[in-house]
T-cell receptor
C-alpha cells in the first residue's frame, strides 16, 4: 500500500528560528510531490509542487527539497513567524487524480 | 471569485439521520473531490468527479453518495449517519493536467451522536 510518512508529528520553535520537516514516501509510480499548509479550521493551501526531476523549490521562506531516488522530501522554514503556526502536509501524487496524504506535522511558533 | 464554497461549516447529526454537504466552485474546474480528515490521519478520498455526469469511488466511499449534474456543484450525501462518519470533510477542485493545483474549501465539521 502506498504510504506517506511525515516526521516529526509536532514541533515547537521560537520565532525567528529555522526548522525542517521530513516526508518519506513509498508511492509508485511517482508523479509529483506537494507541500500544503493547513491553518486550524481551514482547508490546506498549496506551498510547493515538485516533479521527479526537480530537486528544490522555494516559495518565500519555505524551501522544499526532493530526492526521488531515496523517496524523501523536506520542507525548510526559514526565520519562522508566528503565522507559520499550522499543520504542514506532504502529498504525493501517483496519478492525475490519486493523491496520498501524510498525516501532517504540526508546527507551533512561540514568541 | 470565491473558489470553493462549502456549506454548512458545522453540523451535528443524530445516528440514522441523513444530510447533504454542499460544495460549489466558481473556477470552472473539471475535477472535484471529497475528502475526510480524521485526527492524526491524512486526508482520505471519498469520491471524485472528472466532469459533469461522471463520478467515481475513492478510498473510503461506503456510507456516502455523490452526484455531479453541473460543473459547479458536487454535493456529498450521507443517508444513514453513523458515529464513524464524525470527521471534517473537505471539498477540493483541480484543473486538468497532472501538475494542476488543488484548491480546497474551508471544510465542514460533522459530528454524529
Amino acid at each position: 500500500k502506498n504510504q506517506v510518512e511525515q516526521s516529526p508529528q509536532s514541533l515547537i520553535i521560537l520565532e525567528g528560528k529555522n526548522c525542517t520537516l521530513q516526508c518519506n514516501y513509498t508511492v509508485s509510480p511517482f508523479s509529483n510531490l506537494r507541500w500544503y499548509k493547513q491553518d486550524t479550521g481551514r482547508g490546506p493551501v498549496s506551498l510547493t509542487i515538485m516533479t521527479f526531476s526537480e530537486n528544490t523549490k522555494s516559495n518565500g521562506r519555505y524551501t522544499a527539497t526532493l530526492d526521488a531516488d531515496t523517496k524523501q522530501s523536506s520542507l525548510h522554514i526559514t526565520a519562522s513567524q508566528l503565522s507559520d503556526s499550522a499543520s504542514y502536509i506532504c502529498v504525493v501524487s501517483e496519478k492525475d487524480y490519486k493523491l496520498s496524504f501524510g498525516a501532517g506535522t504540526t508546527v507551533t511558533v512561540r514568541a | 471569485n470565491a473558489g470553493v464554497t462549502q456549506t454548512p461549516k458545522f453540523r451535528i447529526l443524530k445516528i440514522g439521520q441523513s444530510m447533504t454537504l454542499q460544495c460549489t466552485q466558481d473556477m470552472n474546474h473539471n475535477y472535484m473531490y471529497w475528502y475526510r480528515q480524521d485526527p492524526g490521519m491524512g486526508l482520505k478520498l471519498i469520491y471524485y468527479s472528472v466532469g459533469a455526469g461522471i463520478t467515481d469511488k475513492g478510498e473510503v466511499p461506503n456510507g456516502y453518495n455523490v452526484s455531479r449534474s453541473t460543473t459547479e456543484d458536487f454535493p456529498l450525501r450521507l443517508e444513514l449517519a453513523a458515529p464513524s462518519q464524525t470527521s471534517v470533510y473537505f471539498c477540493a477542485i483541480k484543473p486538468g493536467g497532472a501538475e494542476g493545483g488543488y484548491t480546497f474549501g474551508s471544510g465542514t465539521r460533522l459530528t454524529v451522536v
